[in-house]
């Protein structure tokens, strides 16, 4: 079983819709990336949670670290949000290097 | 801005060549890592590095090895190309520490192995 579970893997939105995109872990964490990749495949992060919930813009993540959950939504969708969402999580203990553990990606696709 | 810079953005390579993927990132972080991305299989970390001519490997090292002669260098070398290392290589860095550092991302090599 992955450590790390991300549902939907593929998505496909019209513009304007409201968007969740949700990750799972089974492990304990320290944190939680939410990354983005475009086509062509260049990574940017979008959030590192620890806690609670951060917005950026139209996006925003949430984490329960008791419910080993966490989603990110994208409000009033447009098609430049079309991209793979990953999320990643941290260990929390040392001899992982903080090393992130990747989940397999949601593909977003979003229509005019 | 941090810069992850990679040596290729497409290469094709045929079976049994030895294949050098090179990363450079001009933050002077020590920490660097090189992951390959599959359809269905998502990044999984090949080699790791926490400082000059220190490496770790990750979880699928095999066939692969990697060089850290210099902080902002991180190569990562096919010994013998094979096709089943068809795949996009995403080099990153990161300051030391554990946690809650941020990774930087190269734009990745797309290397298709014949």
């Known amino acids: 079983k992955n450590e790390v579970e991300q549902s939907p893997q593929n998505l496909t939105a019209q513009e304007g819709e409201f968007i969740t995109i949700n990750c799972s872990y089974s492990?304990?964490?320290?944190?939680l990336h939410w990354l983005q990749q475009h086509p062509g495949g260049g990574i940017v992060s979008l959030f590192m949670l620890s806690s609670g919930k951060k917005k950026h813009g139209r996006l925003i993540a949430t984490i329960n670290i008791q419910e080993k959950h966490s989603s990110l939504h994208i409000t009033a969708s447009h098609p430049r949000d079309s991209a793979v969402y990953i999320c990643a999580v941290i260990l929390n203990y040392g001899g992982s290097q903080g090393n992130l553990i990747f989940g397999k990606g949601t593909k977003l696709s979003v229509k005019p | 801005d941090v810069k992850v810079t990679q040596s290729s953005r497409y290469l094709v390579k045929r079976t049994g060549e030895k294949v050098f993927l090179e990363c450079v990132q001009d933050m002077d972080h020590e920490n660097m890592f090189w992951y390959r991305q599959d359809p269905g299989l998502g990044l999984r970390l090949i080699y790791f590095?926490?400082?000059?001519?220190?490496?770790e490997k990750g979880d699928i090292p095999e066939g692969y090895s990697v060089s850290r002669e210099k902080k902002e260098r991180f190569s990562l070398i096919l010994e013998s190309a094979s096709t089943n290392q068809t795949s996009m290589y995403l080099c990153?860095?990161?300051?030391?520490?554990?946690?809650?550092?941020?990774?930087?991302f190269g734009p990745g090599t797309r290397l298709t192995v014949t």
């Open positions: 990153a860095s990161r300051e030391p520490g554990l946690a809650l550092y941020e990774q930087y």
């Open positions: 492990v304990g964490i320290s944190a």
């Open positions: 590095s926490y400082d000059v001519k220190m490496k």
